[in-house]
């Protein structure tokens, strides 16, 4: 009797839990469904730094977009500076803001302690950041550039350190095609920027080289020049001692003349079998007077 009486009450109590668990399960199941979101999202929404309807969730097409424009961008900087690409999620632009960098990039290139760093974007404004050596990431600061320029999930930023603790960041949406027409437009401009410095470069070579030619041809020139007029005088020199050297001939030949015409009347005089007179010279008679000589010595031979 008394284990019958046992018996009933452990079925009874049985029954009694599975009682209360069917009505609390039924309970669980007629909660609304959107009510549950609703709960959610606004437990998620409280953290949020922005209103909820300007919070987006980039597709992977729009993230893979914007992270293949940013790498263009990264090509066209034709800088010796190093840089990286960090494409944004929700916890980088919309809640916690805490941006991890790249581990590799940091221990290469960052300090080995926790320092403040610069923030700088395209248009030369300034943001203060803390990095954190240990957890490799920026904080305290990120926040405000984040906010400051509405960075959106899917977003890529590209990081140049162009100073030990400063980062010039450009920034690539990601929205629609028309933003990224304007990214890769902006990405041509800077490589069209790029290629007139490096002509204006080469220009500036180019004629600094021809100022040195023409520095070394006026050079040249004056060293021609030079050269010619001492050419000239030379040349006005042996010009002035040839007319010098035959003026000195004429002279002489002069000066000599009666001594060669003496000469020639003596060995002339010599040839006739006549002696010239010691201390004058042989006076010719005239034609005449041998003529009439000749005729009165004929007549005495005759007689």
Known sequence: MAEEITSNSYEEARKQQLLENKKRFEL??????????????????????????????????????????????????????PSFVKSMVRSHVYSCFWLGLPTSFCKKHLPKSTVSMVLENEDGNEYDAVFISERTGLSGGWRAFALEHKLDDGDALVFELVEPTRFKIYIVKAASDDNMSNVEKEAAETKETSSA??????????????????????????????????????????????????????????????????????SSTEKKGEKPKAGSHQTKKPKENVTATRRSTRKRNGQ
């Open 28 to 81: 669980d199941i007629g909660l609304p469904s959107v009510r549950r979101r609703s709960n959610s999202n606004s437990s998620w929404a409280s953290y949020l730094a922005r209103p909820l309807e300007e919070v987006k969730t980039a597709s992977y097409e729009e993230r893979v977009q914007a992270i293949r424009s940013a790498e263009k961008v990264q090509s066209n900087l034709q800088s010796e500076y």
């Open 197 to 266: 410095s490096k002509k204006r470069k080469k220009t500036l070579d180019s004629s600094a080289e021809n100022g040195k030619k023409l520095k070394d041809v006026e050079e040249e020139a004056a060293e021609t020049k030079e050269t010619s007029t001492a050419s000239k005088k030379r040349k006005k020199t042996l010009d002035s001692s040839a007319e010098n050297g035959k003026e000195a001939a004429e002279t002489k030949e002069i000066s000599t003349a009666p001594k060669r015409r003496k000469a020639t009347l003596e």
